[in-house]
C-alpha cells in the first residue's frame, strides 16, 4: 500500500528523481551554511534556511502537479505564454522593481517575481514546438528558423537590457536547440557570423558608452554644473536632459564594462595590493577555494560566508568548494552532467518529436545555467547574476526550476509507457 502510495506520488525516471533530491539536499546544507549574512540581519540562524525550505517544498508541489500533466497540453499553453511573458517583461523593463540597479522583478502585492525566469522556459517550449512541428526526414524544414527568430525577437532584446548574462545564456540554449533540431547547418552558420559581429559591436559600444569610474568629490561636480548652467543655461539644461535619457536606457553599461574589464584584466596582484573593497567578490571566492585544501573544510565551517557578497546565490559553489574541496565541487557538476544524459535518453525514448525537443531544452536550459555559475565562480568567467540552479537560494527561479524537472518526468512517464508498449527492456 506504501510503495504504492510513493509510485503515485514519485511517477517519472527514478533517476532524475535521485538527481533532483541530491541537488536540494545539497541546497538546503548549502544555503543554511552560507546565510549568515541573512542571519545577522533577520536575527535567528533558522529563519533564512526554513524560508528556503519552504520555497522548496512549495517548488516540489508545483512539480508534481506538473509532472501529472501530459505532454499534449504544454502546447495548448505556449501562445498563452508567450504573451503574458512579453507583457511581464515590458512591465519589469517599465516599472519594474530594481536589485542592483537591474529591474528584473514585478510584483503583486507581497508576490514578487522575475518575468525572465518565465520567459526562458517559454521560449524554449515555443522553439520545441517549431522544431516539431517542421520536422522531415532531411531535417527541420528551412522555414523553421524564421519562426524561431521571429518569437525570440520579442522575447531577448526585453531580457537583454537588464539582464546580459541570462539573454546572452537563452540565445546558446535555443542555438542547442536548433543543431539538435537540425536546422540547415547553412542557416545556422550564417545566425553564427552575424551574432558573433553583433557581440563584437555591442561590446564596442559598452566599452565606449560605459563608465568605470566615478568622480572623486561630487559637490565640486555638482559646483561645475552650476556654474556652466549660468554661463550658457538653456544649453546645459538640454544636455542633462540628453544624458538622464541615455543614462536610463542604457544604465547597465557601467556594469557591464567593469565585468569585461575585470576579466580581461591579468595582471598579477599581490595579495597586499588586492582591493576586496573593489573586487570583494573575486577575492573572496578566490579564498574560499584557495583555502579548501582539497579535502574542505567541512560542512557549515566555511569562513568567506561572512565576507562574500552573494555567498548563498550567485557564488554559492565557491562555498561548496570550501566546505567539501574537489571531491564536492565534482559532485555537484557530476549532478547536472547525469540530468543532462539521462534527459537525452529519456528524449531517444520518445515516439514524437515535440517531447524529445521540449525535454533536451529544459535540461540545456538548467545544465547552461549550472556550468556557467561555476565557471563564475573558480574565475573562467565574467562575474554575472546567474544562481546555481535547484541550489541556490531563490524565490522564483527555485520555483520554476522545480516545475522545469516536472515538464521532464512528465515527458519520462510517456517515453516510459512507449517502452512497455513495445516490451523493449531498458
Known amino acids: 500500500m506504501i510503495n504504492k502510495t510513493l509510485n503515485n506520488i514519485f511517477k517519472g525516471d527514478k533517476v532524475i528523481w535521485m538527481v533532483f533530491f541530491f541537488l536540494c539536499i545539497i541546497s538546503v546544507i548549502e544555503v543554511y551554511s552560507a546565510s549568515s549574512q541573512l542571519t545577522y540581519k533577520d536575527g535567528s540562524y533558522l529563519a533564512p534556511v526554513l524560508k528556503h525550505i519552504g520555497i522548496l517544498l512549495m517548488g516540489i508541489f508545483c512539480m508534481v502537479i506538473t509532472l501529472n500533466i501530459k505532454c499534449k497540453y504544454f502546447k495548448i499553453v505556449t501562445p498563452f505564454l508567450l504573451i503574458v511573458s512579453f507583457i511581464m517583461l515590458l512591465w519589469a523593463l517599465i516599472g519594474g522593481d530594481k536589485t542592483n540597479e537591474a529591474a528584473r522583478w514585478v510584483g503583486f502585492g507581497f508576490l514578487k517575481f ?4 518565465i520567459a526562458k522556459g517559454t521560449l524554449v517550449l515555443a522553439t520545441a514546438q517549431i522544431l516539431s512541428a517542421l520536422q522531415t526526414e532531411k531535417g527541420a524544414d528551412r522555414h523553421a528558423f524564421g519562426y524561431i527568430l521571429f518569437v525570440c525577437a520579442w522575447i531577448i532584446p526585453l531580457i537583454l537590457v537588464e539582464n546580459f548574462s541570462t539573454a546572452a545564456l537563452l540565445c546558446v540554449v535555443i542555438f542547442m536547440m536548433m543543431v539538435l533540431g537540425r536546422v540547415p547547418l547553412q ?3 550564417k545566425l553564427l557570423g552575424v551574432v558573433v559581429l553583433l557581440v563584437a559591436v555591442f561590446i564596442g559600444v559598452i566599452m565606449f558608452f560605459g563608465k568605470t569610474e566615478q568622480p572623486a568629490n561630487p559637490d565640486q561636480t555638482l559646483v561645475q554644473q552650476v556654474e556652466q548652467l549660468n554661463d550658457d543655461g538653456t544649453i546645459q539644461v538640454q544636455t542633462e536632459q540628453e544624458e538622464s535619457a541615455f543614462k536610463k536606457i542604457f544604465h547597465r553599461f557601467d556594469t557591464w564594462k567593469a565585468r569585461i574589464e ?3 584584466d591579468r595582471t598579477e596582484v599581490s595579495p597586499a595590493e588586492f582591493d576586496l573593497d573593489k573586487d570583494g567578490q573575486v577575492g573572496h571566492a578566490n579564498i574560499a577555494i584557495a583555502t579548501s585544501n582539497i579535502v574542505g ?12 557578497s552573494q555567498a548563498f546565490s550567485d557564488f554559492i559553489y565557491a562555498i561548496i568548494i570550501e566546505e567539501t574541496g574537489i571531491v564536492g565541487a565534482i559532485f555537484v557538476a557530476m549532478l547536472y552532467i547525469i540530468l543532462l544524459f539521462r534527459t537525452g535518453r529519456i528524449a531517444n525514448r520518445c515516439e514524437n518529436n515535440f517531447p524529445a525537443f521540449l525535454a533536451m531544452g529544459i535540461a540545456l536550459l538548467l545544465v547552461t545555467q549550472a556550468l556557467f555559475n561555476m565557471c563564475v565562480a573558480v574565475g573562467l568567467a565574467p562575474v554575472t547574476g546567474q544562481p546555481l540552479p535547484l541550489i541556490s537560494k531563490g524565490g522564483t527561479s527555485t520555483m520554476i526550476n522545480c516545475m522545469y524537472i516536472g515538464v521532464i518526468l512528465s515527458i519520462s512517464r510517456s517515453a516510459k509507457k512507449k517502452i512497455e508498449e513495445s516490451g523493449v527492456k531498458e
Open 114 to 117: 522575475q518575468p525572465s525566469e
Open 187 to 189: 542557416q545556422l552558420g
Open 297 to 308: 573544510k567541512g560542512p557549515g565551517n566555511s569562513v568567506e560566508r561572512d565576507f562574500l
Open 262 to 264: 575585470k576579466f580581461f
